[in-house]
């Protein structure tokens, strides 16, 4: 082999495949595919067209930075922002952060104005910036409902369903019920949602028996409505899933499914399918079955009224006296459930989510949400149903959308393992391993430290996501599971309520699934899996940065008020705390006299005087609060601030900048990232 060949090959082998990760200052970081080592700087110069979110192939330079030598995919092709006038041509100034470029329109609509938010499509990355259309004006810049609608839009959501989509659901009939769907009518069956819950896609029916309970769990038939390949289904698998905000979801289903249809109000009859389980007297599961079922339910719970009957409502008691045995049941059975998943190794955090209050159109306040048993019930019986569909499907072999979780990092077990080391609370002399993680949670919640501990490991934790090659699920310690019991607002729930409608079909008619048609299914599974994944991330982000701007809304009036909080995150260049009620706001190292060091095996800021860690105390005061970025900035009362104000780049006497930004001071240690859930095990 030729020299040049062999230069060839060499250079062929440095090359490093990654999605970019923008920054409004221009320059990028490279994430790499194969996972790993950390991410590699990508200088403005180096990026060569390439944009935040784009899928591409770099090669090294100098130091841990890379240039872009090939773009495989355009990761951003419609976001939202504000429509600009400059320089005689129209641009939009993208709402993400990352995104580093404005985008160039083909001219200015004598409908627009300047500051009105906007959605657009980019057509074309040629030339010094991506040019594009707008597709929707949203309204102005500032208004809570178009800054609503530009979260919604820019994460891959809308608010409105395409007329042949309303159309085809206006046709939607319960229809007759089919020969092999049993009538469960009979039963005692209730569903247990929140106050201002519309849509109830699972209900419940459980009862003691001699041998210990039965449980059945009975799941709206959404598939009965929605056929594959139709209008409704198209637009179902676009969305993925339904997305909530305060004061409104924006479901993935039209409203005459999602709210009438599929939804298991009190008294009317619904087709589902069930899922009958027994359980022995210490909650080991000794039996499953599906069925496709007929219902009613009986009444619609609350999980506000459910608790205060488990707390002994002598009212509420004599209100729901037919239920009063169920409601017991279900608190036993529970409990045993909940005991197994800890004997397993499932992981109990301790988390907490806010919720914004509103009085008519204000925001009034913001508070903590409280979970509490009647919550940790209908999580019990849903984990258990997901987990005896996939199992039954497995077992049969059946493919599957499961729902999988794999093992922590080990570099980042280790930095949980030393960030406990501060408060006394790990192993001695050794690091965490995976299989200690569950135990090591479960201890730490009786120290005063234990919510922020649990905030470390969760961050320490891999993401869920769909496949439909079985990993299993480490959080919740499960061998094999899948999400089954939401198919009104998840379409994984829904691919898989097909195949378990196809599995009962071949199995009433004696057909065994062949490996060809098995192999085919799992193909077509895949690529649906990594879909569902990426639209609920970008759910999850949508969600956490609606509440952001609310947060960031409400604290424009308490701007100048003094607060307790906790350290709830450090960088080389930020301090985050959180208050009670759950609004983080940020100070800038920058902004402090002291020179701060950043110790990341403390997870601390260090200077001669102070020292912040994660989970101190202290006290915080509202400087500023920006709904345009969703910040909120806090001051230290009693530590020093320089005079210049928040993002004023410190000059020398020639007005030059006293120094450039190095890529390890905008790199987010990997410790923090931020976490956000739902109720119900919604995204377990």
Same mark, same amino acid.
């Given at each position: 082999m030729s020299q040049r060949s062999i230069n060839r090959n060499i250079r062929r082998s440095s090359l490093i495949e990654g999605t970019l990760r923008g920054n409004r200052k221009g320059f990028a970081f490279l994430s790499r595919s194969d996972g790993r080592g950390e991410d590699?700087?990508?200088?403005?110069?180096?990026?060569?067209?390439?944009?935040?979110?784009?899928?591409?192939?770099?090669?090294?330079?100098?130091? !841990?930075?890379?240039?872009?030598?090939? $773009?495989?995919?355009?990761?951003?092709?419609?976001?939202?922002?504000?429509?600009?006038?400059?320089?005689?041509?129209?641009?939009?100034?993208?709402?993400?952060?990352?995104?580093?470029?404005?985008?160039?329109?083909?001219?200015? !609509?004598?409908?627009?104005?300047e500051g009105q938010k906007a959605l657009v499509d980019i057509l074309d990355w040629e030339g010094r910036q991506p040019s594009g259309e707008v597709t929707k004006v949203l309204g102005f810049a500032g208004d809570k409902e178009s800054e609503v609608l530009s979260v919604l839009y820019g994460a891959g959501f809308s608010d409105v369903f395409p007329e042949e989509v309303l159309a085809e659901a206006a046709r939607l009939k319960m229809g007759?019920?089919?020969?092999?769907?049993?009538?469960?009518?009979?039963?005692?069956?209730?569903?247990?949602?929140?106050?201002?819950?519309?849509?109830?896609?699972?209900?419940?029916?459980?009862?003691?028996?001699?041998?210990?309970?039965?449980?059945?769990?009975? $799941?709206?038939?959404?598939?009965?409505?929605?056929?594959?390949?139709?209008?409704?289904?198209?637009?179902?698998?676009?969305?993925?899933t339904s997305v909530y905000f305060p004061r409104r979801a924006y479901p993935m289903l039209p409203e005459a499914l999602s709210n009438d249809l599929c939804s298991l109000v009190a008294g009317a009859r619904r087709y589902c399918l069930s899922c009958k389980m027994t359980f022995d007297k210490e909650g080991n599961r000794t039996g499953a079955s599906l069925t496709k079922s007929v219902i009613v339910s009986d009444y619609r719970m609350t999980y506000t009224k459910v608790q205060a009957m488990? !707390?002994?409502?002598?009212?509420?008691?004599?209100?729901?006296?037919?239920?009063?045995?169920?409601?017991?049941?279900?608190?036993?059975?529970?409990?045993?459930?909940?005991?197994?998943?800890?004997?397993?190794?499932?992981?109990d955090f301790v988390t907490q989510e806010s919720a914004v209050i509103f009085d008519g159109d204000a925001i009034s306040g913001v508070k903590a949400v409280e979970t509490t048993e009647s919550n940790a019930i209908i999580e019990s019986f849903m984990i258990a149903a997901n987990e005896a569909v996939a199992e039954t499907l497995r077992d049969a072999g059946y493919p599957c959308a499961y729902r999988v979780h794999d093992l922590?990092?080990?570099d980042k077990l280790k930095a949980l393992t030393a960030f406990a080391g501060c408060f006394g609370l790990a192993p001695e002399r050794r690091y965490l391993k995976p299989n200690e993680v569950a135990d090591f949670v479960r201890k730490t919640q009786s120290s005063p430290y234990a919510v922020i501990i649990d905030q470390v490991a969760i961050r320490c934790m891999q993401k869920a996501e769909y496949s439909p090659q079985n990993i299993g699920h480490y959080g919740l310690g499960s061998e094999c599971y899948c999400h089954f019991t939401s198919p009104i607002r998840r379409y994984p729930d829904l691919m898989v309520h097909r195949l378990v409608k196809r599995y009962l079909a071949d199995t009433a008619a004696g057909v065994v699934l062949d490996k060809n048609t098995r192999r085919k299914m799992e193909a077509d599974l895949a690529k649906r899996c990594v879909h569902c994944s990426e639209m609920e991330?970008?759910?999850?982000?949508?969600?956490r940065d609606i509440v952001s701007y609310y947060m960031s809304v409400y604290m424009q009036r308490h701007i100048g008020e003094t607060y307790e909080a906790v350290v709830s995150g450090v960088t080389p260049s930020m301090l985050f705390a959180t208050l009670p009620n759950g609004i983080e706001g940020a100070v800038a190292v920058d902004d402090l006299l002291d020179g701060f060091y950043y110790d990341p095996l403390r997870f601390a800021l260090i200077s001669e005087r102070y020292s912040f860690r994660i989970g101190d105390k202290v006290q915080v005061r509202v400087e500023d609060?920006?709904?345009?970025?969703?910040?909120?900035?806090?001051?230290?009362p009693g530590v020093k601030t320089k005079q210049a104000k928040l993002g004023e780049i410190a000059?020398?006497?020639?007005?030059?900048?006293?120094?450039?930004?190095?890529?390890?001071?905008?790199?987010?240690?990997?410790?923090q990232a931020k976490h956000g859930g739902k109720n119900k095990g919604r995204r377990r």
């Open positions: 590699l700087f990508v200088p403005h110069e180096s990026l060569h067209g390439a944009q935040h979110g784009d899928l591409v192939v770099c090669r090294p330079t100098v130091g !841990d930075n890379v240039e872009v030598v090939k $773009i495989l995919s355009r990761g951003v092709t419609r976001l939202t922002g504000t429509l600009c006038l400059g320089y005689g041509y129209a641009y939009l100034k993208p709402d993400d952060p990352n995104y580093f470029s404005s985008i160039r329109l083909g001219g200015w !609509d004598e409908k627009w104005e007759k019920r089919e020969s092999d769907r049993a009538d469960l009518t009979q039963l005692t069956t209730i569903t247990i949602d929140g106050d201002d819950a519309r849509d109830f896609d699972d209900a419940i029916s459980v009862k003691r028996t001699k041998e210990g309970y039965e449980l059945w769990v009975h $799941i709206a038939d959404v598939s009965h409505y929605v056929g594959e390949g139709s209008e409704i289904d198209k637009e179902a698998y676009r969305r993925t488990l !707390d002994g409502d002598e009212a509420l008691l004599a209100e729901y006296q037919p239920i009063r045995g169920l409601v017991s049941d279900a608190r036993a059975l529970s409990r045993l459930l909940a005991a197994k998943r800890r004997e397993r190794g499932a992981i922590p990092d080990p991330r970008a759910a999850e982000k949508a969600e609060s920006n709904p345009k970025t969703h910040k909120i900035r806090f001051s230290l000059r020398t006497a020639h007005g030059k900048p006293k120094g450039k930004a190095r890529p390890q001071d905008h790199r987010k240690p990997k410790s």
